[in-house]
């Protein structure tokens, strides 16, 4: 991608740092020991099969789902865990929830609220955890809202929308949090074909604007176009990673080879 995107090595500084994620369910080890770090301004697309432990790893960031070994560090900052036998959770929980405020999170499902509209889905969280008014909540919304392309669309109801403009309300909302990073969970993964490219319209303008972002996906060619690292994972572990060119289009992994094959 050619978008003037990349930093001097003296502007550049750590977003995100997992180190050493092990997450299971039961007997089943969904995540193996996972490490990895995201730069702020970059954008890094995480591959991999269905059950290869992508949409896990998206929710032991924000602590979603509590990964039993590891730490998540955002901007520098550790969240701090508490050990009690086999049960782990958070030290502090105002910790979790100042850096998840941080962390905007869009589901493959939406999880939109269905008794409000766009713009009230869209001005919930700043009214009630940025302590915004509700004039600036308001205007805030209206440009989010205008930036998806769904400003007309603002009175609806999720039930009286499509799922692609279901999506683009669920990104406006995680943008009027002002997050230091964006997580995206299969964001198309719902949605009818047609309604694929409306939703990756949007994303592709946040990254023009250099914001820092995860995003699982297997929008392949997507991935390859917007994405300043690959992260390809398989059976819990980080099988490969780095550049678009580096994974996708010269994969040093059988593994990877297979995968890629299997969409082309």
């Known amino acids: 991608m050619d978008w003037g995107r990349r930093l001097k090595m003296s502007e550049i500084k750590q977003a995100l740092e997992l180190k050493n994620i092990h997450k299971r369910f039961g007997h089943l080890e969904v995540l193996k020991g996972v490490s990895f770090s995201a730069n702020q301004g970059e954008i890094v697309s995480m591959l991999g099969s269905s059950g290869s432990g992508k949409s896990?790893?998206?929710?032991?960031?924000?602590?979603?789902?509590?990964?039993?070994?590891?730490?998540?560090?955002?901007?520098?900052?550790?969240?701090?865990?508490?050990?009690?036998?086999?049960?782990?959770?958070?030290?502090?929980?105002?910790?979790?929830?100042?850096?998840?405020?941080?962390?905007?999170?869009?589901?493959?499902?939406?999880?939109?609220?269905?008794?409000?509209?766009?713009?009230?889905?869209?001005?919930?969280?700043?009214?009630?955890?940025?302590?915004?008014?509700?004039?600036?909540?308001?205007?805030?919304?209206?440009?989010?809202?205008?930036?998806?392309?769904?400003?007309?669309?603002?009175?609806?109801?999720?039930?009286?929308?499509?799922?692609?403009?279901?999506?683009?309300?669920?990104?406006?909302?995680?943008?009027?949090?002002?997050?230091?990073?964006?997580?995206?969970?299969?964001?198309?993964?719902?949605?009818?074909?047609?309604?694929?490219?409306?939703?990756?319209?949007?994303?592709?303008?946040?990254?023009?604007?250099?914001?820092?972002m995860l995003i699982v996906t297997h929008e392949i060619s997507f991935a390859r176009e917007i994405s300043d690292r690959i992260v390809f994972l398989d059976n819990g572990q980080i099988e490969l990673q780095g550049t678009p060119q580096e994974v996708i289009d010269n994969p040093q992994s059988e593994r990877c080879r297979k995968f890629l094959s299997m969409d082309a």
Not at 93 to 121: H, K, P
């Open 56 to 212: 896990t790893l998206l929710r032991c960031i924000n602590l979603l789902e509590i990964p039993e070994e590891g730490q998540v560090i955002v901007s520098g900052e550790l969240i701090h865990m508490l050990d009690k036998g086999k049960h782990r959770k958070p030290a502090d929980i105002r910790q979790v929830n100042r850096i998840r405020s941080g962390l905007g999170m869009v589901f493959q499902d939406f999880n939109l609220w269905s008794n409000m509209t766009a713009l009230q889905n869209v001005i919930e969280a700043p009214t009630h955890v940025l302590k915004l008014s509700k004039a600036e909540a308001r205007k805030r919304a209206d440009v989010l809202l205008e930036k998806v392309g769904i400003y007309d669309k603002s009175n609806y109801y999720p039930s009286q929308l499509s799922g692609g403009q279901q999506q683009r309300v669920a990104i406006a909302r995680a943008l009027a949090m002002e997050p230091q990073v964006l997580l995206f969970d299969e964001p198309t993964s719902a949605l009818d074909p047609e309604l694929v490219g409306e939703v990756l319209r949007v994303i592709r303008t946040l990254a023009e604007e250099r914001r820092t």
